[in-house]
Each structure stands twice: as structure tokens, then as C-alpha cells.
């Protein structure tokens, strides 16, 4: 009679067979995604205004609009117009104005508003999660002198962007250890699923994730409005917020986090019960935990590429250059972060609660750790150039610093890690050294802490077998020899743990890494947050191609030739204070033994090609011999101005002379 293989319970078969199908339902759900993230632009800008920056209107508007290049969060007191006193006339209720791609926000002002020059402030948070901001101001009959204090807390800033940052940092951590550990589980040591202390820190792990996600939810509303923790409870923010890119990731985080949470429950359940009897298995026993570690790392895979794939699709790597390249490059790269440095939190765990950890098992994870680095090296090539755009970004931004301070972390990093693959080194020449000595004590395993634990706490049980007296009848005489067998057990663990040289350097050397790791990510957290060199160099070519120093009056000349006689001679213009608004003309004529010329005319026109504005005419008044004046003169927007100059000698010779300047 042929003996039959028990078949496996009914949970182990069905958790065997839905890690396939959950691995193809969150594929779906992570190319839904990825379909539906639409490349954006680098950074999100004010592209247009109403009012316009500068503008002189007639009559006061009934409200301001501001428009923007890509999606951004705003609450009611995003948008702030005030008058020349610094008191606000605007509503305060932010009128939300987009139209499919059009992305417009405006707030209502109060009716009857004087004659003056308002200031208009703006916060907002774009789409890749970074706070933007500005300001600028438009007249309304005339300008005038204004007293405006700008709002000196930005959006994301105070007790709410501290508390928002530490729920990023948090939530960056939670995944490291999440996915680290696990990983470090599946690929290197399969007998640690069943250890209660790794199974402890990857269970905090999702704890901490999970609970830093629903904090950055509720703590959304306030952060990109108003900085006041109260409005974490505004049902209607929440909502708003869930209408958003980064509102939708956090949404999907959690779901997949459901997700994990079976993932979780089956490698610490029914794989830790199968890895605990693996010794005795049968064939076909060693067949199915083999097929439901090979589903565990499928589904594994499929849920941390979707969680990476949150911060992705929410951040730096959803806007900018390339998206479809910079997406997955992101989602390689926290994949490889979180293997190498939650597992090394892993190793460092087992190497301290563990003493019989395999040898093995460190060095696989140490080619695991390689592998890491190497997807890290290039993954983080790409992505620099990308954010960074030049060499001069590198130093001459924040984001450019400090990224050259993660570079010098990494490479501190890599350096300790060298020296525990040393380490590592050390404990396999030591193991072979053992086998050749001790063939028939040392098992296949090369494990000689636990060899000698085992002997060890053989001994000592019998010892206090022959030396301790029967157990005592007083509950508190018992509960004290209780304590003093715990506290010998412990010391014996400690001494046979820290007996081999080379795990109690391995285990210093890996606390190293650690504590580098912390930092590390701390870094990459503010890095994150910071508006990449790229969007900086950017955001500072269009600033300069249109700003002049304010209050400075422009001073031009232009030599003239008439062709006829006395057609020769030189203009000389001033535009004072030469900025956007009200400007004072003046303009003189030189001949050339450089005296005064009274010309029969002058005419001077303005034209800005860049907005297709103008030319507007400008007919100075004669003030003396050879010097004209004009009042008045208003240019509405900042930019390259051309100015034209016509002068008339006779009444036949005449000519038009240009040059351009930059108007602020």
C-alpha cells in the first residue's frame, strides 16, 4: 500500500492560490495608474493674471483671477489682494474656475474700491507636492505709494509643515522596513519568518507606514491652506483634497496597504508554520512551500512596486522631463533604498535578538545589497541630471546641495558596507575553518552559534537540574526564581552571541550603517520637498529676461542721421523710474559739436513684441531748446520693450531710431 502525502489545509491551498490572482489585480491597478498620470511641467507657475502683473485699469475689477501651468492646491486664503494701507479687500472665498486643461482660481473683491496701486499675494502647492508662492500688484485709476506687509508664514510652513514633515519622513521609514524586511525574509533567510523579533519590525513597519499616510491625509488641508490643525476636521477640505493627484495616491497607498496586510499575514501564518517543520517535509510538503514562497515573492513585488509607485506618480517624478522614463527609474529606485536599507535593519535586528542566524543568510544578503547598489548608482545618475539640468545647478540650488550631501551619505555608506562584507568574509572563513575541525559537531549548516548555544543550555539545564531544589509552594518565591532563570537564560544568549569575533564585528559594523541610514533618509525626505535645480534655473531665466532694477530711471542714446543737412546728431531718452506703471519721459537732442538741436519733431512709440502690445504712441511736449517732456507714460507689463525714436530734421529729412530695454 502506498503511503499518501496529508493534504495541505484548506487555508494553506487557498492562500497559495489567491497570491496569483491578487499579484494580477494590483498589476491592473498599477497600470491604471501609470495610464492615468499625465505628464506635467517641471514646476507650477503663475502664467497669467487678471488684472495683470502692472496693469492700470479704469475701474476697480470685481475679482482677481490667477492662472496657473499645472494642477495646485489652494484654500480660501490662498489668494490676498490688498489696498495701499495692507487691508484686505477681497472676500476671502476662493472661487475655483478650472475648465479641463485651463487651470484657473480667483477670489471676489469688495465693490467701491478707491484709486490706488493693490498688491496681490498668492501660496499655493503644485503638483509635485512642492509650496509655491508670489505676489504682484496692479493699479486701479493711477498708481500710488503702498505700506503692504506680505504674509510671512508660507504655504507649508509652521507647526503643521513640521508635523506634515515628519509624517514624510514616517512614511518613507515605514516602507524601508516594510519592504526591507520582508524582502530580506524571502531572499535571504526564509527561516526568519518565523522569528518573533523580524516578524515584530515588519509588522511596525506597516503600522508605521499606514498611520504616517492617514496623518498626511487629514494634515493635507491645513498644510496647503490655511496652517491651522483645526482645518485637519474640514470635511470639505478632505474631499477637495481626495479630488487631487496627491489625494488620489494616498488613497491607493492605503488600499494597497490592505494588501500587504494579507501579504503579512501569510508569510508570518501559514509560511512561518511550514518553514518551522521544513526538516521534516516530504517531497511533495517542500513542493508547496517552495510554490507559496515563489507567490510571496510574486505578490511581494507586485504590492511594493505599487506602493513606490504613490510617491511616484505624486512627486518629482510625475512632472518635469520624461515622466514615462522617470516614473518606473523612481520606483526602481525606492525598491532598491528600501531592499538595502530595510534589510540591513533586518540583519541588524537578527544579529542582536538571533544568535543562531546563518551564516549563509548574511552573505546572501550582502550580493543582495550589491544588486541594490548598483540599481541605486544608476537609477540616481538618471534622476540627478534630470532635476539638476546643469553643473551649476549643483551648487548653486538647495536641491543641488543636497543632493550632493545624500551623494557624500551613500558614500559613506558603501564604505561601511565594504567593511562588513569583510566581516561577512571573516565568518565564512571561520565557518570552514570549524567544519574542518569539528566534522562530526558542526552541522551543514556552518552554525556554530547556535551549535553552541545548544550545548551550552544543555548543560546548564542539567546543572541547574542537580543544583536547584524542587519548585517552592510560595507564589512570590517562585516568581523570583522565575526572574533569575529568565535573567540567566539572557546572559547565556548574550555570551554565546557574543562569543564569535566575527559577528560581534559584523553586528557594529551593520549598527553603522544603520545609524548613517537614518540620516540618509532624513535627507532624502527634505530632498523630496525641495523644488528641483532644474525648475530653479528655469524659474530664474524668466525672471531675468524681463526685470530691470526697480527704481532706477533707463537711460538710452541713439545717434540719428537724416540724410539731409544738419541730419546728424544723437537723442538722448531717460524713462524715469523706467518700471512697470507711470513713467516720466524726457528726451534731448544733441548735434554733432554736441549742443543743443531744436528739431522740428519727435515722436517716440513703445511696443513689447513678446505680448504684442503697442506700438504706443507717445508725443512729448518741447520744454526748452532741444528738450522734450512727457508725463504719464504708462507700460502695463514687464518685459523687452522696443523703443522707437522718430526724428525730423526738414520737412523731408527724417529717420527712426530703436533699441530695446527691460522694463520691471
Not at 588 to 605: I, M, R
Request: hydrophobic share 45%; with cysteine.
Amino acid at each position: 500500500m502506498t503511503a499518501t502525502a496529508p493534504a495541505p489545509p484548506p487555508f494553506r491551498v487557498r492562500a497559495t492560490a489567491s497570491l496569483p490572482r491578487l499579484a494580477l489585480v494590483l498589476a491592473a491597478l498599477l497600470a491604471t495608474l501609470f495610464t492615468a498620470a499625465a505628464p506635467a511641467t517641471a514646476h507650477a507657475a503663475l502664467t497669467a493674471s487678471d488684472p495683470k502683473d502692472g496693469a492700470v485699469v479704469a475701474t476697480a475689477p470685481a475679482q482677481v483671477t490667477l492662472s496657473f501651468s499645472e494642477e495646485v492646491a489652494m484654500g480660501d486664503d490662498s489668494i490676498r489682494v490688498m489696498d495701499p494701507q495692507g487691508k484686505r479687500v477681497d472676500t476671502g472665498e476662493l472661487r475655483n474656475m478650472c475648465s479641463g486643461s485651463v487651470i484657473r482660481y480667483g477670489t471676489a473683491l469688495h465693490s467701491g474700491l478707491p484709486d490706488g496701486t493693490y498688491t496681490v499675494a498668492w501660496q499655493a502647492v503644485s503638483a509635485d507636492s512642492h509650496p509655491v508662492s508670489g505676489a504682484f500688484t496692479f493699479s486701479v485709476g493711477a498708481p500710488s505709494a503702498t505700506s503692504v506687509a506680505l504674509p510671512t508664514q508660507k504655504v507649508g510652513g509652521g507647526p503643521v509643515g513640521i508635523a506634515y514633515g515628519i509624517a514624510r519622513y514616517a512614511a518613507y521609514a515605514g516602507f524601508t522596513v516594510l519592504v526591507g524586511g520582508s524582502a530580506f525574509i524571502l531572499l535571504c533567510w526564509r527561516r526568519g519568518s518565523a522569528v518573533r523579533p523580524l516578524q515584530k519590525l515588519v509588522v511596525r513597519g506597516w503600522v508605521t507606514l499606514t498611520a504616517a499616510t492617514l496623518a498626511m491625509l487629514v494634515l493635507r488641508t491645513p498644510y496647503t491652506g490655511s496652517g491651522k490643525f483645526a482645518d485637519a476636521f474640514d470635511l470639505d477640505g478632505l474631499k477637495a483634497v481626495l479630488e487631487t493627484k496627491t489625494g488620489a495616491s494616498f488613497v491607493s497607498r492605503l488600499l494597497l496597504l490592505g494588501a500587504a496586510a494579507l501579504f503579512i499575514a501569510v508569510l508570518f501564518g501559514a509560511y512561518a508554520r511550514r518553514q518551522k517543520n521544513a526538516d521534516a517535509q516530504s517531497p511533495e510538503q517542500s513542493k508547496d512551500t517552495s510554490d507559496l514562497a515563489f507567490g510571496l515573492g510574486i505578490g511581494g513585488t507586485v504590492v511594493a512596486a505599487g506602493i513606490a509607485a504613490t510617491w511616484a506618480l505624486a512627486e518629482h517624478a510625475s512632472t518635469g522631463i520624461q515622466p514615462g522614463i522617470a516614473m518606473p527609474a523612481d520606483i526602481l529606485h525606492l525598491l532598491a533604498v528600501a531592499t538595502w536599507l530595510g534589510g540591513l535593519a533586518a540583519l541588524l535586528v537578527a544579529l542582536h535578538k538571533v544568535p543562531d542566524i546563518e551564516r549563509a543568510a548574511v552573505q546572501r544578503f550582502s550580493r543582495v545589497a550589491f544588486i541594490s547598489v548598483l540599481v541605486l548608482a544608476v537609477t540616481g545618475v538618471y534622476q540627478s541630471w534630470r532635476q539638476l539640468g546643469s553643473w551649476s545647478a549643483l551648487t548653486g540650488t538647495s536641491y543641488g546641495r543636497l543632493l550632493m550631501i545624500k551623494v557624500a551619505l551613500v558614500a559613506v555608506l558603501v564604505g561601511i558596507a565594504y567593511l562588513s562584507r569583510k566581516w561577512t568574509g571573516r565568518l565564512a572563513d571561520v565557518a570552514a575553518e570549524d567544519r574542518a575541525a569539528e566534522p562530526a559537531v558542526v552541522g551543514a549548516g556552518g552554525d556554530v552559534s547556535r551549535e553552541t548555544a545548544t550545548g551550552s543550555t544543555t548543560a546548564a539545564t542539567a546543572d541547574d537540574a542537580s543544583a536547584e531544589p524542587a519548585e517552592p509552594t510560595d507564589p512570590k518565591r517562585a516568581a523570583q526564581l522565575a526572574r533569575q532563570r529568565a535573567a540567566r537564560e539572557k546572559a547565556l544568549e548574550n555570551q554565546v552571541r557574543d562569543a564569535d569575533p566575527g559577528r560581534s564585528g559584523l553586528r557594529r559594523s551593520v549598527l553603522a550603517e544603520a545609524a548613517v541610514a537614518v540620516v540618509l533618509l532624513a535627507v532624502t525626505t527634505v530632498l523630496t520637498s525641495t523644488e528641483p535645480g532644474r525648475a530653479v534655473e528655469q524659474e530664474a531665466g524668466r525672471g531675468s529676461a524681463s526685470t530691470a532694477v526697480p527704481d532706477r530711471a533707463v537711460k538710452i542714446s541713439l545717434p540719428y542721421d537724416t540724410g539731409g543737412q544738419n541730419g546728424k546728431g544723437t537723442v538722448r531718452l531717460e524713462l524715469d523710474p523706467g518700471r512697470v506703471g507711470a513713467n516720466t519721459l524726457h528726451l534731448w537732442a544733441d548735434g554733432t559739436d554736441g549742443k543743443p538741436v531744436d528739431l522740428p519733431e519727435v515722436k517716440v512709440s513703445f511696443t513689447l513684441p513678446a505680448k504684442e502690445i503697442g506700438p504706443l504712441p507717445v508725443a512729448p511736449d518741447r520744454d526748452a531748446p532741444g528738450h522734450w517732456t512727457a508725463s504719464g507714460v504708462q507700460l502695463p507689463l514687464a518685459g523687452e520693450w522696443r523703443i522707437d525714436v522718430t526724428v525730423r530734421t526738414s520737412d523731408i529729412d527724417q529717420t527712426t531710431v530703436q533699441k530695446n530695454v527691460k522694463i520691471g
